[in-house]
């Protein structure tokens, strides 16, 4: 009877030790709306993107900035602009929690422009413009497709809106697949995540596209 | 011969129940995992929500961040990189008795809260250091050195567990030469590991279970106490950081106390088998194998 406690205090210190599996545990939320920009019918020119921090992260980005809200938790010109400022440069390996693909080859869209930021219900937003290299036509291509993650999943960035079509959507139709906890994808990721502790495989780039929320866009 | 046998058998039995269990509990853990992140995630959107009510005056803002932090202390080290493992493991593998061992979470929690509050205090005031410095201090020097700390107490465990084995191994040796009928006999109630178990529960020990936990500061207290500093609520701030601590210790308090229940259990479950002998010091190898191995894996792929 009592080697069941045995048994149960070995579970106890393996599931302890088993734990590295969740390193990659978000610890900043980011919510995301896209929209669709078309110039023409059927033709995708850029895709405007909103981030909006969790709350805490919010304050956090604020702090170190060494910006202070004011008393009613809202931004002056200067603190948007000193945020706007800092939101314009990315490095190049950053994906813009976005990335945008055209019949399943990556597009590397431009780095972002008319760059806004303000601080709504203590939540930093942060909108911009990404253009593709050239105006596209999704009637000649297959599908347009944007995964919505950061890639070490240190980020774990959703869809919050249904994505929209600017100017002259046409025929075109974007749909938003929700990642589904509940799938077997879990089971996947959770394989993925455990073997790199195990394994120690060292690419664990690109884990986050495994949580990923998926964006599609048709035409015709 | 017996002896070894006996011994090797005990050991590989638990290790193959140990990997085992590592195997089948990932859907579990899974799921624990993701209850953890949302209830933190919630409790950190209250602590903000409070932040911007104390600057605005707001009745009860105190007591809200306060109770935030706690609840968020508390589920936050369910979280690997606290010192929860290492509690457990030392827990599981040594003679230390519950209340002092929950002593020593609660310590180390509020030490590292301190700690937390000095560094970034502290870096403020005197150095005029910058948020990213302070949280890329703790991040590259701080949790590695936390990291080798621990790593140093799994290996002490490790080395103590062999000390054990190979203590038994000798005296089995020698009985078997002297008194060949009473081979199996050196499995009785005095364990020659037992003093050695006790070790681990010196001053020196407690001492340094309690530092290699502390140096490294939880990540959430730096960024709450980096915005308290900016937003001029740094007393608030503070207040809410051991708060936070005491939460974290509620959670490693549970985990001391039930890694002594289990292994008394364990002790009694293997007293009746007559291999106590070799359970103890097991115990303590596996312990301090998995101790060893967490904190590398936390080493190798660093904490969030």
């Not at chain 1, 045995?6 to 610890?27: E, T, Y």
């Not at chain 2, 959107?45 to 105190?62: I, S, T």
């Not at chain 2, 180390?108 to 809260?113: K, V, Y």
């Not at chain 2, 364990?266 to 010091?281: E, K, M, Q, T």
């Amino acid at each position: 009877m009592t080697h069941r406690y045995g048994i149960a205090a070995l579970i106890g210190l393996a599931s302890l030790a088993a734990a590295p599996q969740v390193q990659a545990h978000p610890h900043v939320f980011v919510d995301t709306s896209i929209a669709f920009v078309m110039e023409e019918p059927g033709a995708l020119q850029a895709l405007d993107i909103t981030w909006r921090f969790d709350p805490m992260e919010s304050l956090y980005i604020l702090a170190a900035q060494g910006i202070t809200p004011s008393v009613e938790g809202t931004l002056d010109a200067e603190a948007r602009a000193k945020l706007s400022e800092s939101y314009a440069d990315w490095h190049p390996a950053f994906n813009g929690f976005a990335r945008l693909s055209l019949g399943g080859a990556q597009v590397d869209l431009s780095a972002p422009r008319d760059v806004e930021a303000d601080l709504v219900d203590g939540q930093l937003w942060i909108r911009f413009s990404r253009a593709l290299p050239a105006p596209t036509s999704l009637h000649s291509q297959a599908n347009a497709e944007v995964a919505v993650y950061e890639d070490t999943y240190f980020y774990a960035v959703t869809v919050g809106e249904q994505p929209t079509i600017t100017g002259a959507g046409g025929d075109c139709a974007a749909t938003l697949t929700p990642f589904d906890p509940d799938t077997q994808e879990l089971v996947i990721i959770q394989t993925t995540l455990f073997e790199l502790g195990r394994e120690e495989t060292p690419d664990i780039e690109g884990v986050g596209a495994l949580f990923a929320d998926r964006i599609t866009l048709t035409c015709g | 011969m017996r002896m070894i046998l006996l011994l090797g058998g005990a050991v590989a039995a638990v290790a193959v129940v140990a990997v085992l269990v590592l195997m089948a509990s990932g859907a579990v853990w899974g799921d624990v995992a993701r209850w953890a992140v949302a209830e933190q995630r919630a409790f950190q959107n209250e602590m903000a929500l409070a932040v911007h009510g104390l600057r605005a005056g707001a009745p009860g803002a105190w007591f809200a961040l306060l109770a935030a932090a706690g609840g968020y202390g508390f589920v936050h080290a369910l979280g690997p990189g606290h010192g929860k493992f290492l509690i457990g493991g030392v827990g599981l593998g040594t003679a230390v008795p519950a209340v002092r061992l929950a002593a020593v979470a609660l310590l180390s929690s509020l030490a590292q809260a301190v700690w937390a509050i000095i560094l970034v205090y502290g870096g403020f005031f005197l150095l005029e250091v910058t948020a990213h410095q302070l949280t890329g201090l703790a991040e590259r020097y701080l949790a590695p050195a936390s990291y080798l700390a621990i790593s140093a107490v799994g290996a002490l465990l490790v080395v103590r567990a062999m000390q054990a084995f190979s203590r038994q191994f000798r005296a089995s040796g020698h009985k078997g030469h002297g008194h060949a009928h009473h081979g199996a006999c050196g499995c009785g109630g005095h364990g020659p590991s037992a003093h050695d178990l006790e070790r681990v529960t010196s001053l020196r020990d407690t001492t340094t279970l309690i530092l290699s936990i502390a140096v490294r500061p939880c990540t959430g207290a730096l960024f709450l106490l980096v915005i308290a500093w900016q937003m001029d609520i740094a007393l608030a701030g503070a207040a809410a950081v051991m708060v936070m601590g005491t939460g974290t210790a509620a959670m490693t308090g549970l985990v001391a106390v039930s890694s002594v229940f289990a292994r008394g259990a364990a002790r009694a479950a293997s007293d009746s088998l007559g291999v106590i002998a070799v359970a103890a010091p097991s115990l303590q190898l596996v312990s301090g194998l998995a101790i060893l191995w967490f904190a590398m894996a936390l080493l190798r792929y660093g904490t969030p």
